[in-house]
């Protein structure tokens, strides 16, 4: 491929020579001696387009950008129909949304391929249910933790959990754990009530 | 009632127990960064990707370094253990090392691995090993190829001309990972740089190496609470040096052979904790005998003893004494070497 020099040595900074770019064993650093293996694809040699440099000016009867009117507009946001440039056109999975749109979207947590970050709450409701067991000192706090953690798995259960390929078996093992911890405490108050 | 939620993606790279994991869906690339009850996602979509670089690391190394002397002491304490008890405690030690040393082999050469697009250069975490970054990559190409097919012919024609410096947008692009795209990097005192930064404190870990190994041969010759200590501390804070320097010399272009060097003071750090645990209760003993009696079961036989009346104490002594001496002053050579091969760029 023919590739003009745009990367750097992880380690120096200094370009590296496009010889070493899809080299089939590993090259090394001309400057610093690191060993490296560069893969280089289209992406990284392709023109800047000159939409995404921000494109011409506005011509007369022309619509123009709804945050640059001196910009001409290439498409109208499917969220909220507002027209914008090549600047402002965001593409997400196939359709052109507005930057105020897609922050709302984030925000809100409408476009699940936007997020960034999800809680496990089967992770939490299991390990509140296994915790004082393991630690074994605290065994007698399962009568506070047990029921948490049965509240946690019901009440999250439907929650969305990971993005990954993921079972709900945390859950039911935290349901069933906190279920035989209460049952034990049932038990205990039993047989002290008994005696 | 436990059935797999549909998911878009298939793992590429990465284990349940491991931190760090890589995800394949149509479009895109998705890092997980798992950590106690929160998923972390970074998405890299096959078209933007630019290029993917795996850069080899001497970790592996140095890990088979350690593990093996470790392994080494572990197995030279078992056989000449007499208790039962030390004895099956030190071959415990030595199998799980062992297996620890072969997993490490079996997994091959680590490396970190870069994942470049328009707007950063991203360190993919889940791929740490050469083997696994490779079979990585031979997956991904194709994809990543197909992705960016219109792309190819776009990019076909244009050869790399220095006219495309004053292209617009072209410095922006590169500007986190290259700090220049095609344009030459702004000339940068480099050497210059890493002496005040980084060279500092690398003199600094090979002269304590020096004294460290010059404190252990004083232990042999005259072996006492003060030669002892002063060992032990010269260790402390060589460790912690080491450390500075380790974490210093990443961002720097010392020399290879400099940054070697300090991969060995870490091999020779472990060997010698090793050893300095070991022959703390000879040390020690007279003075704080009655505290020490627990340690009994695994060391017998040392209290009251001289490192002078263990061969193998002697022999691993000398072994590192040689090596803090040759590995210290082959380290200031070498800095000396680059200070002076820099001095005219720093003018």
């Given at each position: 491929?023919?590739?003009?020099?745009?990367?750097?040595?992880?380690?120096?900074?200094?370009?590296?020579?496009?010889?070493?770019?899809?080299?089939?064993?590993?090259?090394?650093?001309?400057?610093?001696?690191?060993?490296?293996?560069?893969?280089?694809?289209?992406?990284?040699?392709?023109?800047?387009?000159?939409?995404?440099?921000?494109?011409?000016?506005?011509?007369?009867?022309?619509?123009?950008?709804?945050?640059?009117?001196?910009?001409?507009?290439?498409?109208?946001?499917?969220?909220?129909?507002?027209?914008?440039?090549?600047?402002?056109?965001?593409?997400?999975?196939?359709?052109?949304?507005?930057?105020?749109?897609?922050?709302?979207?984030?925000?809100?947590?409408?476009?699940?391929?936007?997020?960034?970050?999800?809680?496990?709450?089967?992770?939490?409701?299991?390990?509140?249910?296994?915790?004082?067991?393991?630690?074994?000192?605290?065994?007698?706090?399962?009568?506070?933790?047990?029921?948490?953690?049965?509240?946690?798995?019901?009440?999250?259960?439907?929650?969305?959990?990971?993005?990954?390929?993921?079972?709900?078996?945390?859950?039911?093992?935290?349901?069933?754990?906190?279920?035989?911890?209460?049952?034990?405490?049932?038990?205990?108050?039993?047989?002290?009530?008994?005696? | 009632?436990?059935?797999?939620?549909?998911?878009?993606?298939?793992?590429?790279?990465?284990?349940?127990?491991?931190?760090?994991?890589?995800?394949?869906?149509?479009?895109?690339?998705?890092?997980?960064?798992?950590?106690?009850?929160?998923?972390r996602y970074e998405r890299f979509y096959f078209r933007d990707i630019q290029a993917i670089v795996i850069q080899r690391t001497a970790t592996s190394r140095v890990l088979a370094a350690i593990m093996l002397g470790l392994l080494a002491l572990t197995l030279i304490l078992a056989l000449t253990r007499a208790s039962r008890g030390a004895m099956v405690f030190w071959w415990i030690l030595t199998a799980v090392l062992g297996a620890a040393a072969l997993w490490n082999w079996r997994l091959g050469p680590t490396c970190v691995c870069y994942l470049m697009t328009a707007i950063d250069r991203y360190r993919l975490k889940a791929l740490s090993r050469v083997a696994a970054a490779e079979r990585v990559l031979t997956r991904l190409q194709p994809v990543i190829?197909?992705?960016?097919?219109?792309?190819?012919?776009?990019?076909?024609?244009?050869?790399?001309?220095?006219?495309?410096?004053?292209?617009?947008?072209?410095?922006?692009?590169?500007?986190?990972?290259?700090?220049?795209?095609?344009?030459?990097?702004?000339?940068?005192?480099?050497?210059?740089?890493?002496?005040?930064?980084?060279?500092?404190?690398?003199?600094?870990?090979?002269?304590?190496?020096?004294?460290?190994?010059?404190?252990?041969?004083?232990?042999?010759?005259?072996?006492?609470?003060?030669?002892?200590?002063?060992?032990?501390?010269?260790?402390?804070?060589?460790?912690?040096?080491?450390?500075?320097?380790?974490?210093?010399?990443?961002?720097?272009?010392?020399?290879?052979?400099?940054?070697?060097?300090?991969?060995?003071?870490?091999?020779?750090?472990?060997?010698?904790?090793?050893?300095?645990?070991?022959?703390?209760?000879?040390?020690?003993?007279?003075?704080?005998?009655?505290?020490?009696?627990?340690?009994?079961?695994?060391?017998?036989?040392?209290?009251?003893?001289?490192?002078?009346?263990?061969?193998?104490?002697?022999?691993?002594?000398?072994?590192?004494?040689?090596?803090?001496?040759?590995?210290?002053?082959?380290?200031?050579?070498?800095?000396?070497?680059?200070?002076?091969?820099?001095?005219?760029?720093?003018?």
């Amino acid at each position: 491929m023919n590739a003009p020099s745009l990367l750097t040595c992880p380690r120096c900074h200094r370009l590296l020579p496009s010889s070493l770019f899809n080299a089939p064993d590993f090259g090394v650093c001309g400057n610093c001696g690191n060993t490296v293996k560069i893969r280089v694809f289209p992406a990284l040699s392709a023109p800047l387009s000159a939409e995404i440099d921000g494109g011409r000016a506005v011509m007369a009867n022309e619509a123009a950008c709804f945050y640059h009117p001196e910009k001409p507009a290439v498409a109208p946001c499917d969220h909220c129909g507002r027209f914008l440039c090549a600047l402002c056109d965001l593409e997400l999975k196939g359709q052109h949304l507005c930057p105020a749109c897609v922050e709302s979207g984030q925000k809100k947590g409408t476009f699940h391929h936007l997020e960034k970050e999800r809680v496990l709450y089967d992770d939490i409701a299991l390990r509140v249910a296994v915790y004082p067991i393991v630690t074994v000192f605290f065994w007698f706090f399962t009568i506070i933790t047990a029921p948490v953690a049965l509240f946690l798995s019901i009440r999250y259960w439907n929650k969305p959990s990971s993005l990954l390929p993921r079972t709900k078996i945390r859950f039911l093992a935290a349901i069933i754990i906190a279920m035989a911890q209460i049952g034990l405490w049932g038990w205990l108050v039993f047989v002290i009530w008994l005696l | 009632m436990a059935r797999k939620q549909a998911s878009p993606y298939r793992r590429v790279s990465g284990r349940n127990l491991t931190r760090h994991s890589l995800w394949q869906a149509d479009d895109h690339l998705l890092h997980v960064r798992r950590s106690e009850f929160t998923e972390r996602y970074e998405r890299f979509y096959f078209r933007d990707i630019q290029a993917i670089v795996i850069q080899r690391t001497a970790t592996s190394r140095v890990l088979a370094a350690i593990m093996l002397g470790l392994l080494a002491l572990t197995l030279i304490l078992a056989l000449t253990r007499a208790s039962r008890g030390a004895m099956v405690f030190w071959w415990i030690l030595t199998a799980v090392l062992g297996a620890a040393a072969l997993w490490n082999w079996r997994l091959g050469p680590t490396c970190v691995c870069y994942l470049m697009t328009a707007i950063d250069r991203y360190r993919l975490k889940a791929l740490s090993r050469v083997a696994a970054a490779e079979r990585v990559l031979t997956r991904l190409q194709p994809v990543i190829q197909r992705a960016q097919a219109d792309l190819e012919l776009l990019a076909a024609p244009e050869a790399p001309t220095a006219d495309r410096a004053n292209e617009p947008g072209l410095y922006l692009r590169h500007t986190h990972a290259t700090h220049a795209g095609l344009v030459e990097p702004p000339p940068v005192v480099h050497h210059g740089a890493v002496i005040r930064h980084g060279a500092v404190i690398h003199y600094a870990a090979f002269g304590l190496m020096l004294v460290n190994g010059l404190c252990l041969a004083a232990v042999l010759a005259w072996f006492g609470l003060l030669t002892g200590v002063s060992y032990v501390v010269t260790l402390a804070v060589l460790s912690v040096t080491l450390i500075l320097a380790l974490i210093k010399q990443a961002d720097t272009d010392l020399p290879a052979r400099v940054q070697r060097c300090v991969w060995a003071q870490l091999a020779y750090v472990s060997a010698s904790v090793v050893l300095s645990l070991n022959f703390a209760p000879m040390s020690l003993s007279p003075y704080l005998r009655p505290y020490l009696r627990g340690l009994g079961m695994l060391m017998p036989g040392r209290y009251g003893m001289s490192p002078g009346d263990s061969p193998v104490f002697v022999g691993l002594s000398i072994m590192l004494i040689a090596a803090a001496l040759l590995i210290g002053g082959m380290g200031l050579v070498f800095l000396r070497q680059f200070r002076q091969a820099s001095a005219p760029q720093n003018v």
